[in-house]
């Protein structure tokens, strides 16, 4: 699986829109790319995912470059309840993927009222 | 519809002794894998059950064993315990991964060896 780099720490205003980016530059063809948070102590969360096009779902969006070397996780409204550890992941599909999530470190999002 | 479940919360142990920690999945989910997260790390991959069996394992020695139970649970066996075995232990499920998506966490449990 390919490996991703995320920024360590990032603040966002409440209300403003939180934009967490990740690079994934060894992406094969076939990997797509995940987010995940993790708020304190608790177990970490699925966000959403995409392959080349742009997603989005009530969460979330999901913008993916055209090379898709890099991505950007958009929280629309940011809120307090949005501080949390994000993770970028990439991972594969098919029936010879187990599913395996490998971690980084993430991003730290800090909200701030 | 109960999510996915960890037993205990918190436990302590001492160097030496052995743990068990318990996960059931989320309703309908028949694959569990399970992570281990040091403080301040993201979590690693220890291994995944799929139908009773060991079916991928990361980087972690025998000291940690599992057993997935026809009900689709799952345990978490660590023997000989280390100082550095301190973590939050996170148990995941989902259907066949490789065909779908999402992966549920529980809660964890955290253990703390003194």
């Known amino acids: 699986d390919a490996k991703t780099t995320q920024p360590p720490s990032m603040d966002c205003a409440e209300g403003r829109a939180a934009n967490l980016p990740c690079n994934h530059s060894?992406?094969?063809?076939?990997?797509?790319v995940y987010w995940y948070r993790q708020i304190h102590s608790q177990g970490p969360q699925y966000i959403i995912h995409?392959?080349?096009n742009n997603e989005t779902n009530e969460m979330a969006s999901l913008i993916i470059t055209e090379d898709r070397k890099s991505s950007t996780l958009i929280l629309p409204h940011a809120t307090l309840r949005d501080t949390a550890v994000y993770y970028c992941?990439?991972?594969?599909?098919?029936?010879?993927?187990?599913?395996?999530?490998?971690f980084g470190q993430g991003t730290t999002l800090q909200v701030k009222p | 519809d109960a999510g996915v479940t960890q037993s205990p919360t918190h436990l302590i142990k001492t160097r030496g002794q052995q743990v068990t920690l318990r996960c059931s999945p989320k309703?309908?989910?028949?694959?569990v894998s399970w992570y281990q997260q040091a403080l301040g790390q993201g979590p690693q991959f220890i291994f995944q059950?799929?139908?009773?069996?060991?079916?991928q394992r990361g980087n972690f020695p025998d000291r940690f064993s599992g057993h997935q139970f026809p009900n689709y649970s799952s345990e978490l066996n660590v023997n000989a315990l280390l100082l550095g075995d301190s973590a939050l232990y996170l148990c995941?499920?989902?259907?066949?991964?490789?065909?779908?998506?999402?992966?549920?966490f529980g809660p964890g449990t955290r253990l703390t060896v003194t």
């Open positions: 995941a499920s989902s259907l066949d991964p490789g065909l779908t998506y999402e992966q549920y």
């Open positions: 060894t992406i094969s063809g076939n990997e797509y």
């Open positions: 995409g392959l080349k």
């Open positions: 992941i990439v991972r594969g599909h098919g029936s010879s993927n187990t599913g395996k999530l490998i």
């Open positions: 309703s309908g989910h028949d694959t």
């Open positions: 059950y799929y139908e009773e069996e060991e079916r």
